[in-house]
């Protein structure tokens, strides 16, 4: 069993970074790829960076490309987001997501587990 716990979100300026940190409970979090997602007011959630479960690759969506970063420590169950150079557009209820691999992720199908979601919102 997954049980996905996000944190690390909050009001932060334009221009400015965040990390956010999702820890896993279960036994089995380094066999899952991992990923974030985002979902801003009135729009539909949408994939943000997904990474195998080695680390060792990582997808990100266009929007954040260059600005975000993911990664994982299998041996703390966590994965994070480093987020920099941020928007007002990047304001977002920030889910973490686990999948048997990757391309469930940045295809937003196949979701095995949720995590509830933190708060991240970009505004002077």
């Known amino acids: 069993q997954v049980q996905l716990v996000e944190s690390g979100g909050g009001l932060v300026q334009p221009g400015g970074s965040l990390r956010l940190s999702c820890a896993d409970s279960?036994?089995?979090?380094?066999?899952?790829?991992m990923g974030w997602f985002r979902q801003a007011p009135g729009k539909e959630r949408e994939f943000v960076a997904a990474t195998i479960w080695s680390g060792s690759n990582d997808w990100y969506a266009t929007s954040v490309k260059g600005r975000f970063t993911i990664s994982r420590d299998n041996a703390k169950n966590s994965v994070y987001l480093q987020m920099s150079g941020l928007k007002p557009e990047d304001t977002a209820v920030y889910y973490c997501a686990a999948a048997s691999n990757p391309r469930a992720l940045v295809t937003s199908t196949d979701v095995a587990y949720w995590g509830q979601g933190t708060q991240v919102t970009v505004s002077s």
């Open positions: 279960g036994r089995t979090f380094s066999s899952y790829a």
